[in-house]
């Protein structure tokens, strides 16, 4: 079992920056993908980003493409996503997700564990 754990959302102007981490235990992440998925309210979960077991892999969603890095620690069993040039549009519930499958994936259902959510707010 593994337990997934976010941190580093809050209300950040637009143009802004912020680093969500997503802390792993119960057993290490490192053969796992991990992904980054968000929620706006009345909207569905969407894809935002994965990175493979290695970290030598990351696929984006095209709306964060450019401005969204994804990034992994496997010695501390955390995840990253360093958010840069935020927008109003980007204010969601972001999500942490662990996939046994070391292979990246873009959709929710491939994820075996989820985090309870961290919120990010942006504003203009």
């Known amino acids: 079992q593994v337990q997934l754990v976010e941190s580093g959302g809050g209300l950040v102007q637009a143009g802004g920056s912020l680093r969500l981490s997503c802390a792993a235990s119960?057993?290490?992440?490192?053969?796992?993908?991990m992904g980054w998925f968000r929620q706006a309210p009345g909207k569905e979960r969407e894809f935002v980003a994965t990175i493979n077991w290695s970290g030598g892999s990351t696929v984006y969603a095209d709306s964060v493409k450019g401005r969204f890095t994804i990034s992994r620690d496997n010695a501390k069993n955390t995840v990253y996503l360093q958010m840069n040039s935020l927008k109003p549009e980007d204010t969601a519930v972001y999500y942490c997700?662990?996939?046994?499958?070391?292979?990246?994936?873009?959709?929710?259902?491939?994820?075996?564990?989820w985090g309870q959510g961290t919120q990010v707010t942006v504003s203009l």
């Open positions: 119960g057993r290490t992440i490192s053969t796992y993908a």
């Open positions: 997700a662990a996939r046994r499958s070391g292979l990246n994936a873009a959709t929710a259902p491939a994820y075996d564990y």
